[in-house]
């Protein structure tokens, strides 16, 4: 069934009923979703999904609470979404809903729940239901991209970077030959992210320039553009093109959907002296960190930390790295399995003691030498 052709019968169907506000609210609630407009997401809910159960009206209620879903999970990285996502699976298979043509995403919106908690440790029961689902639909379903986007996230985050380009490669080919006005622009992200872990720069940037040029205008996709677009230059020894293509801190605040893919970029750029650390690249990765172990994306938030203390140390703000070593282990402790993890931790505290052994070797030649200050901790 075609979503989206449902969902503008049914705004239609509503607005013949008088109920025009809760017609609007399914178009904006998605549109706001995907424009990072999360404030008027939340909004907007509330009222609209009472209206649709004092109706009676099942399959736009699993609607209305999977674009809510899509709003915590996808864009605001709130893994204290999970039980909302259980729930929702729950509801969405009841004999008045199973046929709800949004019902399928309900699965998606689980398997990323579980994703956010601790993508590397739930990623084969993340592929399991991805494949069990895609055998219960076609590509001329529109989630037929979400449900292989979800595999493809799953297997990326299990280290198999190139099983989740042939997934990628071979659901676009799929919907090339059932749907000819569609190609990859619903997994362009995903299929230039296994290009960029594979290694293949020159078709990663070529696959962003063809989503430059045709792919989605929404916020959040722009943004994420940008990202992969400052990370393959970066790495193609086009510094200008990545620094032209970085979103700034600012911009980059309200998505925190996008934060991991920024801070591989910062930090490939600042490996490669373009930007300087700390200063507001510091400060912004601080405070990305913070918001994601707040919202519960444990892993998410071990490895954006990982980078701020790993620059830290490079820029010799030594107490600062220290602090982020405290921080990471109680991140670690967090997590469902390690999965290396311990190791990148391991080898951190390694490097920090061994500068730590350094500086005060230093101190005590030198009376002169500066002492560490707890401000520099607020970078």
């Known amino acids: 069934m075609d979503i989206w052709a449902w969902v503008q019968a049914q705004e239609q169907a509503l607005e013949e009923a008088g109920e025009r506000s809760l017609a609007e609210a399914m178009d904006l609630i998605s549109r706001h979703t995907v424009n990072d407009e999360h404030a008027a997401v939340d909004a907007l809910l509330p009222e609209a999904l009472s209206r649709a159960r004092s109706l009676n009206l099942p399959w736009i209620e699993v609607f209305l609470r999977h674009w809510g879903l899509q709003s915590r999970i996808f864009h605001r990285q709130d893994a204290t979404a999970l039980s909302e996502a259980a729930s929702l699976v729950e509801r969405s298979h009841r004999a008045d809903a199973k046929d709800c043509p949004q019902s399928v995403c309900t699965v998606q919106d689980l398997a990323a729940a579980y994703g956010l908690v601790d993508g590397p440790a739930y990623s084969e029961e993340r592929m399991a239901v991805a494949r069990e689902t895609l055998s219960r639909i076609d590509p001329r379903w529109p989630c037929f991209d979400c449900i292989n986007g979800e595999l493809a996230s799953a297997l990326d985050d299990a280290d198999r970077p190139a099983e989740a380009l042939a997934v990628v490669d071979a659901a676009v080919e799929a919907i090339r030959a059932a749907r000819a006005d569609r190609g990859e622009t619903g997994m362009a992200s995903t299929r230039i992210r296994a290009l960029i872990r594979v290694g293949r720069l020159e078709d990663a940037q070529a696959a962003l320039d063809r989503d430059a040029a045709r792919g989605r205008r929404d916020a959040f996709s722009v943004l994420r553009r940008r990202n992969q677009t400052a990370l393959v ?9 990545a620094l032209a293509a970085l979103p700034t801190p600012e911009e980059i605040d309200d998505s925190p959907g996008n934060y991991r893919e920024w801070a591989e970029a910062v930090t490939a750029l600042v490996e490669a002296d373009a930007l300087t650390f700390p200063g507001p690249i510091g400060r912004a990765l601080h405070q990305h960190a913070e918001r994601l172990a707040d919202g519960g994306a444990h892993r998410n938030a071990f490895d ?59 101190r005590a030649e030198n009376a002169a030498e500066p002492a560490d200050t707890p401000e520099a901790a607020l970078q």
């Not at 230059?233 to 093109?241: S, T």
């Open 233 to 241: 230059a970066c790495r193609l020894g086009r510094i200008e093109d």
């Open 304 to 362: 954006t930390r990982l980078c701020h203390a790993r620059l830290s140390l490079r820029a010799d703000q030594l107490f600062v790295a220290e602090r982020g070593v405290e921080r990471l282990e109680s991140l670690l402790g967090r997590l469902v399995k390690p999965l290396g993890a311990d190791a990148a931790l391991a080898a951190l505290q390694a490097d920090v003691r061994a500068a730590r052994a350094a500086r005060e070797a230093r």
